[in-house]
Nanobody, 123 residues
């Protein structure tokens, strides 16, 4: 199975922006719901945002209004635009390919992860 290739991330000051990109295989991009998770130091991995091939989107409360998840049909990537970054956004961010299962919390993650990319927000 082709890996999920992540790019972006890095160091930002509070209030600045960063953009993450995840490149799955063409099949995964066409079929799977996709998500971004993050894991801060000493914390559990948490869902940040998810999107289906049909465009349904969900966000964690902590990032609503600041982060935007999107699908680029030309590049076949799933992107996470992160604006108004805060120190508490510091984490390793992971791309995940999963499934839409319906209901309020409709994203069902799988064991198919990217390698992770570090995001550090600090002044």
């Amino acid at each position: 199975q082709a890996p999920l290739v992540e790019s972006g991330g890095g160091l930002a000051q509070p209030g600045e922006s960063l953009r993450l990109s995840c490149l799955p295989s063409a099949t995964v991009f066409r079929v799977n719901a996709m998500a971004w998770y993050r894991q801060g130091s000493g914390k559990q991995r948490e869902l940040v945002a998810a999107i289906t091939p049909g465009g349904s989107i969900m966000y964690a409360d902590a990032v609503k209004g600041r982060f935007t998840i999107s699908r680029d049909s030309e590049k076949k990537t799933v992107d996470l635009q992160m604006n108004s970054l805060k120190p508490e956004d510091t984490a390793v961010y992971y791309c995940n390919a999963g499934f839409y299962v319906g209901g309020t919390n409709w994203y069902d993650g799988s064991d198919f992860w990217g390698q992770g990319t570090q995001v550090t927000v600090s002044s």
